[in-house]
T-cell receptor, first 118, second 111 residues
Framework: EPEVTQTPSHQVTQMGQEVILRCVPI?????FYWYRQILGQKVEFLVS????????KSEIFDDQFSVERPDGSNFTLKIRSTKLEDSAMYFC????????????????FGPGTRLTVL | LAKTTQPISMDSYEGQEVNITCSHN???????ITWYQQFPSQGPRFIIQ???TKVTNEVASLFIPADRKSSTLSLPRVSLSDTAVYYC????????????FGKGTRLSVIA
């Protein structure tokens, strides 16, 4: 079964450093997302990406964050200058963008990258 | 999208049926009810969706009354491996809009 993959599984960085989290969405999916989950808290939406541009973003997704689809397979999240409060699990998700009549078209999540900012 | 309310936690013994009820009083006509499951340190995983009445798949059943203001996820004969957080979400039909997760229901299955 196709799946979303993410690398690395765990990233440790110093405050102020730049990090890039990588995701390979399911092939032929059209919508891509980043969510994050701070330890013990709920999953929060960061950004969605469609047709090579950001389609929606949350208040969390400020100027420190950027996303890119550099080639036909990877989808990346960059945090320019990490802060302690960026420590969280970051989940990538994708959606086919094709809706069948009467059926919900689900998002598929990756296993996540645990980011630890020291 | 409609706000959802579900119990924070539930405990169950192995082999029992578990029912988790979610209320979504302000659900819109075109919205679907979906449930996702999240194991510790993993991403959420879609398990079931419905619009009205009853839906059953290999994992769970979903019961939705006629007014659609609530729904009940039913897990038959749970095992230890069903220990997870279960999220009830109300979503538009396209599925490509961002998901809004609540705190979910933490199900603990005890041997």
């Amino acid at each position: 079964e196709p799946e979303v993959t993410q690398t690395p599984s765990h990233q440790v960085t110093q405050m102020g450093q730049e990090v890039i989290l990588r995701c390979v969405p399911i092939s032929n999916h059209l919508y891509f997302y980043w969510y994050r989950q701070i330890l013990g808290q709920k999953v929060e939406f960061l950004v969605s990406f469609y047709n090579n541009e950001i389609s929606e973003k949350s208040e969390i997704f400020d100027d420190q964050f950027s996303v890119e689809r550099p080639d036909g397979s990877n989808f990346t999240l960059k945090i320019r200058s990490t802060k302690l409060e960026d420590s969280a699990m970051y989940f990538c998700a994708s959606n086919s963008g094709r809706q069948e009549s009467g059926k919900y078209n689900e998002q598929f999540f990756g296993p996540g990258t645990r980011l630890t900012v020291l | 999208l409609a706000k959802t309310t579900q119990p924070i936690s539930m405990d169950s013994y192995e082999g029992q049926e578990v029912n988790i009820t979610c209320s979504h009083n302000n659900i819109a006509t075109n919205d679907y009810i979906t449930w996702y499951q999240q194991f510790p340190s993993q991403g959420p995983r879609f398990i079931i969706q419905g619009y009205k009445t009853k839906v059953t798949n290999e994992v769970a059943s979903l019961f939705i009354p006629a007014d659609r203001k609530s729904s009940t996820l039913s897990l038959p004969r749970v095992s230890l491996s069903d220990t997870a957080v279960y999220y009830c979400l109300v979503v538009g039909p396209s599925g490509n809009t961002p998901l809004v997760f609540g705190k979910g229901t933490r199900l603990s299955v005890i041997a």
